[in-house]
């Protein structure tokens, strides 16, 4: 759901993924939307052909890779850090691809989602995908919070700022990222796969000074 008035151009949205064409919808010439979601403002960018939004970056802790890890994965991984979730780098790029992770052992383990990645072997900087059985979910298609975990761990192993990231679910999806500081900033491309409007009255007192609001659906 979201709504804009002609003198607001501040959008709110229960969830960006139904907004992040919204600027195209609602103002043409908008180069930048907000949302206001539970974590505080969240910023989209049109850069071209993409979208950009900005996250803050999780901190992550090396720790121990245990025998729980290798069962859950079903291999072993060379490290494991946490920040939120329990992120696991696995030895190359065909083992995050050909995992099949027992997800009712994945429970067990530390962090709220689990990731496993690896250094890409071509085109792209590093590979990943996402489980989240602890939120009854059993792989994310494209995880936008599993790369905030992921930019900072293969900028400081590659010594870049940018990383150009590949979730290898069966869906797929490109990540162009970037480290900036302790923010990190997510662009990828958007399809419009449905559109919809209805324009109602909300607030008379509004609708004298000449605001209105858009539901676009």
């Known amino acids: 759901m979201v709504y804009a008035g ?19 919808l609602v103002e043409p010439d908008l180069t930048e939307v907000q949302f206001s979601t539970l974590s505080g403002k969240l910023s989209v960018k049109k850069k071209n052909d993409l979208y950009e939004m900005d996250f803050p970056a999780y901190e992550l802790k090396r720790i121990e890779v245990t025998e729980a890890m290798e069962k859950a994965i079903g291999c072993k991984p060379l490290e494991a850090w946490i920040g939120r979730d329990l992120v696991c780098v696995l030895e190359n790029e ?30 792209y900087d590093c590979v990943s995908r996402t489980f989240a059985p602890k939120l009854a979910v059993d792989e994310d298609p494209v995880c936008g919070s599993g790369h905030c975990h992921l930019v900072p761990l293969w900028s400081e ?23 900036d500081g302790k923010r990190v900033k997510l ?24 605001v209105c609001c858009l539901y676009t659906i």
Do not use: W
């Open 94 to 123: 065909d083992q995050v691809i050909q995992a099949k992770p027992d997800l009712e052992k994945a429970k067990a383990l530390d962090g709220l989602l689990l990731h496993i990645t690896a250094k890409g072997k071509d085109k």
């Open 187 to 210: 662009a990828g491309k958007a399809a419009l796969y449905s559109r919809g409007e209805l324009c109602i009255e909300v607030y008379r007192a509004s609708m004298q000074t000449g």
């Open 157 to 179: 192993k590659l010594g870049e700022k940018g990383i150009l990231a590949y979730q290898t679910s069966s869906r797929g999806g490109v990540l162009y990222c970037e480290l």
């Open 6 to 24: 002609r003198r607001n151009r501040f959008v709110r949205a229960r969830n960006t993924g139904y907004c992040i064409r919204a600027n195209e």
